[in-house]
């Protein structure tokens, strides 16, 4: 059973970047054809899709974060990390990092609460 865990800072300041890692066990971030993703949801509002990368290393990105978002790998250590640039108080939400395959996100991490705020 694949387990993820999202770890970082709870709050971040204007203007600063947002840093978060996932730590997955019980699986590998290399196993065909997963795909992992970073998932929010804002205060009193929806789950948004921000990006993932793909068993293999490629990237994509919601087109309306793709300016501020980029998402890397480390595969010595299982994880995968999110950076979200030049955050504003909008970007407060709880960060999710899940495992997709096809569409399907079949496992999630427990979320972690990052507010921005000076």
């Known amino acids: 059973q694949v387990q993820l865990q999202e770890s970082g800072p709870g709050l971040v300041k204007p203007s600063q970047t947002l840093s978060l890692t996932c730590t997955v066990s019980?699986?590998?971030?290399?196993?065909?054809?997963?795909?992992w993703s970073w998932i929010r949801q804002p205060p009193g509002k929806g789950l948004e899709w921000m990006g993932a990368?793909?068993?293999?290393?490629?990237?994509y990105y919601s087109p309306s974060l793709k300016s501020r978002t980029s998402i890397s790998r480390d595969t010595s250590k299982n994880q995968f990390s999110l950076q979200l640039s030049s955050v504003t108080p909008e970007d407060t939400a709880v960060y999710y990092c899940?495992?997709?395959?096809?569409?399907?996100?079949?496992?999630w991490g427990q979320g972690t609460q990052v507010t921005v705020s000076s």
């Open positions: 019980g699986g590998s971030i290399t196993t065909s054809y997963y795909a």
């Open positions: 990368i793909a068993y293999d290393g490629s990237t």
């Open positions: 899940a495992r997709d395959l096809e569409g399907e996100f079949g496992s």
